[in-house]
């Protein structure tokens, strides 16, 4: 259970499919929550991203690689350098496919480097879930054309909504009493016990994210992503590449609104968008899509996307 | 000799020192000469940068390596992946110090890829001089924390100039018999011989550019650098921080406009400024350099300077 409020909000820091253009950077995805940073993917040229974002570069203390391809981790090495020429002592954690820890090793030796902190390689399998605490993060196979993974970024359950009315009329009155009940503890009056669950409404869900990283829209996609208030979806192609789309293990614009639809999630959000497209096309990227899945956003670098609590 | 005049333009991609700011990217310096592009160094997100200039990242033909510190080389993965991308199958030269052919191999190494064309790794030690015909670039050692290269680029001679008003007196007529002359021909005419030299001028000095890297200034780079058109040099500090310019290996920027001077440079162009300095405060950087050494440039990212003719 995590505390009642916590800023949660996605940065785009690379939208570009393959190769950076001058509007879009190569991948990378950050989430902030509270203080922290986690990356999803680290193209080439990401720590200046994170420079010209509103986030600070020393804040991410986890980054998850979906796969192979450089320009979803060849930004790894100069983050991982200006860490340690700004002197973080903090370990860094790094999540990925099997393969990981020896891309990391050959990462940190390459040219005059020695990291001034820990950077532990960590290789998930498909479908696991590693519990954070206040959030688990979860695995699954991609369908790319390299081995890849996507990821499920799940909050834990928020305490209930405190029932103040209820409360007042049981008689409790307001002050260090109600806060001992919102932690959960038990209280005593005038012989009388009362319970957090008197006044203390069911667990509230919290916010879940998806990443698809490069994949083609899968069943295993939109199962994971069920009910999810984010699917941050491979929207490469318009949907007139389909054929492309196939070809390269990446999806259209079309595939990801139906999965979004089919997993019902609350908001798509298209990224990996290809150089071909540029910020003027964007509405064919989407122009027959949004009937499909109404909210439907293309991302653009930098764009950031706060996201709330369902009611 | 080379052909009468070339545009030789110097575009600067990254003048940041160590790590990239918002205003500045990691070290890379682009000679464009003609058709072709020579990049010195490729920090990370040179590829990029490229595509925000005016040149195109894929004329770039050699790229000359200073020293294995990150901010100088790891944009070569991603810019020669991205070349394949595009379909390149010209192949790429790269020259560096020793162990570069070390580092070139573990780059292509580096996830899943395969380069659609050849990439030649050549070391050069000190004070070697590789002649491309119409230029040369010559190595000279470096004096930074770890082993490194300044790089020279001169130009061949280029033929003299043509005395049309003489050739006219001796009565050779305007047409075919100028233009054999002017490729260095001899021709006959009314029984008389007119040998180039009757008509042509001594030859004309190419140009020539001097590449520091990052280096406290040296004897040698004096030596090398001597009546050159224009000195790129480390300017990483201002002159109050001579101790850690010292500490680091690197040149205030008062150490580069004396030895620019000592050289008899014609322009000292000041790169590798330190992420301290913000682009307002470029002023401290030269306020009491200009009166050592007058044509002093900060460079800015993206920056063009054309080289001219000395007459």
Redesign the interface.
């Known amino acids: 259970m995590v505390k009642d409020m916590s800023q949660l909000k996605i940065v785009f820091l690379g939208t570009s499919g393959?190769?950076?253009?001058?509007e879009r950077?190569?991948s990378s995805v950050a989430l902030k929550r509270d203080g922290e940073v986690i990356l999803f993917d680290c193209g080439?040229?990401t720590?200046?991203q994170l420079?010209?974002s509103s986030l600070s570069f020393m804040q991410v203390d986890k980054v998850f690689i979906s796969?192979?391809?450089?320009?979803h981790?060849?930004?790894l090495?100069?983050l991982i350098?200006?860490m340690t020429?700004?002197d973080r002592e903090k370990e860094l954690l790094i999540f990925g496919p099997a393969g990981l820890k020896g891309?990391v090793n050959?990462?940190m030796?390459?040219?005059?480097?020695n990291a001034s902190f820990r950077v532990i390689a960590r290789e998930m399998r498909d479908h696991e879930t590693l519990d954070f605490g206040e959030y688990t993060i979860t695995s699954y196979p991609a369908d790319h054309s390299?081995p890849g993974l996507g990821f499920v970024f799940q909050e834990a359950e928020r305490t209930g909504r405190f029932n103040k009315e209820k409360a007042l009329e049981m008689g409790i009155p307001e002050g260090p009493m109600f806060s001992k009940l919102q932690k959960g503890q038990i209280v005593k009056m005038n012989d009388k016990t009362f319970t957090p669950d008197m006044v203390i409404g069911p667990k509230r869900p919290g916010r879940k994210i998806v990443y698809t990283g490069d994949s083609r829209p899968t069943g295993t996609l939109v199962q994971k992503a069920k009910d999810c208030d984010v699917i941050i979806h491979d929207g490469t192609f318009a949907p007139d590449m389909e054929e492309k789309a196939i070809e390269y293990g990446h999806s259209t614009t079309l595939n990801a609104a139906k999965a979004a639809k089919k997993a019902r999630a609350k908001t798509l959000i298209l990224t990996h968008i290809s150089p071909r497209y540029s910020e003027n096309e964007e509405t064919d990227l989407i122009k027959d899509v949004k009937q499909v899945f109404p909210s439907t956003i293309v991302a653009r670098d930098f764009m950031e996307f706060e996201v709330s609590y369902r009611e």
Request: one cysteine or more; aromatic letters at 14%.
């Open positions: 393959s190769w950076p253009t001058p950077n190569v080439e040229g720590q200046r420079m010209c796969h192979f391809h450089g320009d981790f060849l930004g090495p100069g350098q200006s020429l700004n891309l050959t990462i030796g390459l040219g005059y480097f390299v």
